[in-house]
């Protein structure tokens, strides 16, 4: 393989293009250098976290869990999993952590949002003077800003293999995930095919730059090992929920309290709706919530195995267009707060229509 360099020259000195050709071998060595460059300044932000069985005396004796972190600030506090301290949170199992250096410290749940399977834990105070030297956040990119083929990178401990990286591509975006705690869905989670396995969750996803685009939460397979489905948070919804969490609070979601089904082939035609019209048909709403409270119809039918197709059909939230009901979870989550007012486009009977609602919690908050 070769690689040709075009230097360009500017308007002013017209001087012949400068080629410069790459062997498949220099090529090679340079993604390499790369890749090990990333690995060697991240990986000490990245730890293992282990949790023990105790004795009666409060000290670890057997691990029984694992798990991945990494460093979310300077003063401690590391970012992983709800699902990797779940069981800390009644057995008040001991938590250590490990770095790659081989260096451990205990540390302490602060606080979790079950919604976003993410939690924060923080090395304790009187091991905080011990750790300075491991005090370093990884950087946090802006999730919005990935796209479907952007390299991804993953660092975790899969299988107890600590330390490990893993590469692929980003397979997706804009996906919703269970969270398997909540009703709710996780939003805007980003797929990839890099490696991940048990013992990678709560690790970063890294971008091409070394940058934080996910924290890596679970796996599509039968068997519980990689199938090259994998998903991470956005660390757009992390930036929103960790404040929250290191302050003692629990972190509130706005909702607008309904359900909706996404506009396919077959609904478009049963409820008479043009070809390939993007929206999400309203199927019914909480009472009290907000989009009862604004005036948002639902469909009419009581037996909703066999709709009516006659509810409104949201078409946009505040100028953003809504494709799917997974759109407007990622909206509501990702940019808006309970209390905010937002601008609903809807179409009722054949015409647009502007609704306002006013958001509010989700209940459970």
């Known amino acids: 393989m070769i690689l040709f360099t075009i230097l360009g020259c500017d308007n002013q000195n017209w001087e012949p293009n400068l080629i410069t050709e790459l062997s498949s071998d220099e090529i090679t060595n340079s993604l390499e250098k790369h890749y090990r460059d990333i690995f060697n300044s991240t990986s000490k932000s990245v730890v293992q976290i282990n949790i023990f ?6 000290i670890p004796i057997t691990k029984i869990g694992s798990g991945s972190g990494f460093m979310w600030d300077n003063h401690g506090h590391i970012l992983t999993n709800y699902h990797v301290i779940e069981n800390t949170l009644t057995s008040q199992s001991p938590i250590v952590i490990r770095t790659i250096d081989n260096d451990e410290f ?10 976003s399977d993410l939690a924060i834990i923080k090395i304790t105070e009187n091991s905080i003077n011990d750790a300075i030297n491991v005090l370093n956040p990884l950087e946090l990119h802006d999730s919005d800003l990935i796209n479907t083929g952007d390299i991804t990178i993953a660092i975790g401990n899969p299988f107890d293999q600590e330390f490990t990286m893993t590469s692929g591509i980003v397979s997706a975006i804009g996906r919703s995930l269970d969270s398997t705690f909540t009703p709710y869905k996780i939003p805007s989670v980003i797929q990839t095919d890099a490696a991940i396995n048990p013992g990678n969750s709560g690790g970063p996803l890294l971008n091409k730059e070394g940058q934080v685009i996910g924290i890596n939460t679970q796996i599509k397979s039968s068997s519980r090992q990689n199938s090259g489905v994998s998903f991470a948070v956005p660390i757009n919804l992390a930036k929103r929920v960790v404040p929250s969490i290191i302050a003692g609070d629990k972190h509130e979601y706005s909702y607008l309290g309904m359900n909706a089904l996404n506009l396919d082939y077959g609904t478009r035609i049963r409820a008479d709706i043009e070809e390939n ?3 999400v048909l309203i199927l019914n709403v909480q009472e009290n919530g907000p ?3 604004s005036g948002i119809r639902v469909d009419s039918s009581i037996n909703r195995n066999v709709l009516n197709f006659d509810g409104d059909v949201i078409t946009k939230i505040n100028n953003y ?4 009901f997974e759109d407007l979870i990622s909206y509501l989550a990702l940019y808006t707060d309970p209390g905010d007012m937002v601008e ?4 009722r009977n054949y015409e647009y229509m ?3 609602v006013d958001l509010k919690a ?4």
Request: hydrophobic share 30%; aromatic share 8%; no cysteine.
């Open 53 to 58: 069985s105790q004795d009666s005396k409060g």
């Open 106 to 115: 205990p540390a302490k749940v602060i606080g979790w949002d079950s919604y």
């Open 277 to 279: 019209f993007k929206g």
């Open 291 to 293: 989009a009862k409270k």
């Open 321 to 324: 267009t809504i494709n799917s």
């Open 344 to 347: 609903i486009e809807l179409v």
């Open 354 to 356: 502007i609704m306002e």
């Open 362 to 365: 989700r209940p459970g908050n």
